[in-house]
């Protein structure tokens, strides 16, 4: 690190991230803290608290995104935005989304420390619902933050028990009186990277140049539902057989694809009636495919359709499609990038120019705002998985970069 420049303090940060891991342990060394869930109460009143106790005041939205304001010396500019998320999967691990939460509160503590200003805010925000672990589709407040998504339709979505977004908020107090939207100068996100490339190349900055151009899709598969011993074999209209025919066929596109950064899967699978003795009247499958060059995402997705169809033939089934989430390729607004590789240089930063391959709230803001990200290393790459795992000396220097970038956008 070169003279005059801002270091976060890294024991800090870490015993923040300690902290955070307490709350809804699972497995012993992964998080299960569902949006809206107890755990993700106790985990937003600790970073209410904690931002708070770092001088900042703190908003709250219908949707329960939290924002927490460090003031800057000219009220009338926008600020400067830096967020993520604090809610897991299912069988989730300490990092994705929290460490940019707590990289942006630390950026805010370090200022602190060192008695210094800007002259715009800057707003560290946690958003509601990135996972969708809970609740689908994921990134639900930042998108409907950016009025990517309908309000209401968001309050009206239900988990697998039938309670809705709005009765989840109210329940844990994190329904706010902040109308949804607000404006920012610009947006930055730091996130561990969920792939293997930085940390297999040694290099522990990632600036994100764009993404992977990326479709869901819902199928609703419909057969008729019969005797699995009594019902001869060419009557049969099995939805689980078409869902697996879809199943299979959408995994080796994926392999058809993976030399050239394709990416295939099917992420959820419900089965009615789903009992012993009986075949399935009904199956909704949800597909996900993503390809770094879009001419090639396009030759994916005429195969996934033929894949559909074919399925649906040989299981003798109706298929619906209907499309769930998507995003493009180019994401970020180059002057953001230009000044994470501007701030990397003066910092004496070695850094790696990447797409990202998963999904981001920062996608959602790239709409509505100036947006970049920074990724730092992870273990292997393994993410939404109890042994997702960092190691501090690599996740501080892009803590450096999120800090320094903010100050000087801050400072414009």
Not at 129 to 158: I, Q, Y
Not at 193 to 205: K, N, S, T, W
Not at 229 to 253: E, K, S
Not at 275 to 303: C, N, P, S, W
Request: glycine share 10%.
């Amino acid at each position: 690190m070169v003279a005059n420049v801002l270091e976060i303090n890294p024991e800090r940060l870490w015993d923040s991230l300690e902290r955070s891991a307490e709350i809804g342990r699972f497995r012993d060394v992964g998080l299960r803290r569902l949006a809206l869930s107890a755990e993700d109460k106790q985990m937003r009143d600790l970073f209410v608290d904690w931002t708070k106790a770092a001088g900042c005041t703190v908003e709250i939205d219908r949707l329960g995104n939290i924002f927490a304001r460090r003031a800057g010396t000219d009220p009338s500019l926008p600020p400067v935005a830096i967020g993520s998320h604090l809610d897991t999967q299912i069988c989730g691990g300490r990092y994705d989304g929290i460490l940019g939460v707590l990289c942006g509160l630390e950026v805010v503590r370090t200022l602190n420390d060192r008695g210094l200003q800007t002259k715009r805010g800057i707003e560290v925000i946690c958003w509601t619902n990135e996972e969708g672990a809970r609740f689908n589709p994921p990134m639900m407040g930042s998108m409907a933050f950016a009025k990517v998504l309908p309000l209401e339709s968001v309050l009206a979505t239900t988990d697998d028990a039938g309670i809705t977004v709005a009765e989840a908020l109210d329940e844990i107090g994190y329904a706010g009186p902040a109308p949804v939207g607000r404006e920012f100068d610009s947006y930055l996100e730091l996130h561990i990277e969920q792939a293997p490339v930085l940390d297999r190349e040694g290099c522990d900055v990632g600036i994100v140049v764009g993404g992977y151009k990326t479709q869901a899709l819902r199928l609703t598969i419909n057969g008729d539902t019969g005797h699995a011993g009594g019902t001869p074999m060419a009557q049969r209209r099995n939805a689980l057989v078409g869902a697996g025919y879809v199943i299979a066929a959408i995994n080796d596109i994926g392999l058809a694809y993976a030399a050239d950064e394709g990416r295939t899967t099917t992420t959820r699978i419900e089965s009615f009636p789903n009992l012993a003795g009986t075949y399935a009247e009904q199956v909704k499958l949800t597909i996900d495919f993503r390809h770094i060059d879009a001419d090639r995402f396009k030759a994916m997705r005429a195969e996934v359709d033929a894949a559909i169809a074919a399925a649906a033939k040989k299981a003798n089934v109706g298929i619906e499609v209907a499309e769930g989430w998507s995003w493009g390729s180019e994401l970020f607004a180059p002057e953001c990038i230009e000044l994470l590789k501007s701030t990397a240089n003066e910092l004496g930063l070695p850094y790696r120019e990447m797409r990202s391959q998963a999904g981001h709230d920062a996608y959602a803001v790239a709409t509505m705002a100036p947006t970049a990200m920074i990724f730092t290393p992870c273990f292997e790459g393994i993410s939404h998985n109890v042994n997702e795992a960092i190691e501090l000396t690599r996740s501080i220097p892009g803590a450096n970069l999120l800090l320094n970038a903010a100050v000087t956008r801050a400072n414009r």
